[in-house]
């Protein structure tokens, strides 16, 4: 069974990289998962810090909204795309 975690993302540029990284480390006890990152819109480099993340990982998948949608779509989005 994949685990799929989605997780929804606003102006988080200072939470991003170490979410990214626990999240990370804690799924590496799995064999078949996948991290989705729904930027919401954000401002600030939270997009660009995540796709930085995921060029390394092939578990990290980032996506973003064109602007601010809120939170339930942005989830909305992570469950289309997931495949967990």
């Not at 660009?48 to 996506?63: G, K, M, P, T, W």
Request: glycine share 6%; proline share 2%; charged share 30%.
């Amino acid at each position: 069974m994949k685990i799929s975690v989605i997780i929804p993302m606003y102006n988080e540029e200072d939470n991003v990289l170490r979410t990214l990284v626990e999240v990370n480390r804690v799924l590496n006890d799995y064999d078949n998962y996948e991290i989705l990152v729904v930027d919401d819109g954000s401002t600030d480099e939270t997009f660009r810090l995540a796709e930085e993340f995921a060029s390394d990982n092939s578990h990290v998948h980032v996506y973003k909204q064109p602007v601010n949608m809120g939170m339930g779509r942005a989830l909305r989005t992570g469950f289309e795309k997931s495949d967990g």
